[in-house]
């Protein structure tokens, strides 16, 4: 690459394409599958993206399980990724989890990346958790360029 | 600010990795706040980076706890500075082979220079033998990726 080169996206492995840095506390969840964090991106057709959600979790009582979704689009749309969390202690406490998944664009598009949460054990109230000094992200990089 | 002689390096590839750290041994047990792995990276001014570190906990007998992981910017080791991220990690065995966690951060770098990256672990209170496990079959690793230029 020239110096004064124009760079165009979508161009490079590992090239961030969006990030959503979430800096305070999702609503609370129980039994129901919520939304806690979106992502809307550009993509080109052809193009291979990875996805990834390393954020954290707590809740309002010790023991309980959360299931957390990483899915296309919306509520119902397609699951990429999903994993299960246990949250042993309470105070707020954020435990981490990391999920990723691919995704090829079949056409230039607007596409959306959901995190769900929802709870599969125990009573409390449960949240995606972020603090400025403890944030949990959600972003898109090029695995493989056209 | 650049000044006179000053190397420079240019990242011209977002996602290039700038630098990775990996321990092969075992932190000291530790009962109170303790650096326990750390990364160097030479960054630019206004430059974004990713910094993970994937370690992993564990003790060496007593009864299950909570570890608090703590990712730092740091002058020095002993001269923290901003806090980038912060997780809880809960051991529920005391072997050998370490309960894993990652920490994923992002920080901007507001100079041209060396900037030290740290985590600090945190036992519960009274732990004592609470430890970074790290060996050559399990490494535990800091890297330091470019993201994207964000203008001043």
Request: glycine share 8%; hydrophobic share 40%; with cysteine.
């Amino acid at each position: 690459m020239l110096a004064g080169q124009s760079v165009e996206p979508n161009q490079f492995p590992g090239e961030r394409i969006e990030t959503a840095i979430i800096t305070s506390d999702s609503p609370t969840f129980t039994t129901s599958e919520t939304v806690v964090a979106i992502l809307t991106v550009d993509v080109l057709a052809d193009v291979t993206y990875r996805v990834r959600f390393a954020g954290g979790f707590g809740s309002t009582v010790a023991n309980d399980s959360i299931r957390v979704r990483l899915r296309e689009n919306a509520l119902a749309g397609p699951q990429m990724c999903v994993g299960e969390l246990h949250i042993p202690v309470v105070s707020g406490l954020m435990f981490p989890i990391t999920l990723e998944a691919q995704y090829t664009a079949p056409i230039d598009d607007v596409v959306s990346f959901i995190v769900t949460g929802v709870r599969v054990e125990g009573t409390g109230n449960c949240r995606l958790i972020g603090a400025s000094t403890a944030p949990s992200f959600l972003y898109v990089e090029v695995v493989e360029p056209t | 600010m650049t000044v006179i002689g000053e190397k420079v390096q240019q990242w011209l590839i977002p996602g290039q990795r700038i630098a990775t750290s990996t321990a092969y041994v075992n932190s000291p047990g530790f009962s109170s706040d303790a650096v326990i792995h750390s990364v160097r990276a030479f960054l630019l001014e206004n430059h974004v980076c990713r910094v993970t570190a994937d370690i992993a906990f564990s003790r060496f007998g007593g009864n299950p706890r909570r570890v608090q992981a703590f990712l730092h910017y740091a002058h020095a080791v002993d001269d923290l500075d901003a806090q980038i991220q912060r997780v809880n990690v809960y051991v529920y065995n005391g072997t050998s082979i370490g309960l894993s966690t990652i920490l994923e951060g992002e920080y901007k770098a507001e100079r041209n220079g060396e900037h030290l990256f740290v985590v600090v672990g945190r036992p519960d209170v009274g732990n004592t033998d609470t430890v970074m496990i790290a060996n050559s079959t399990q490494p535990s690793t800091m890297s330091v990726d470019f993201i994207r230029y964000e203008e001043p």
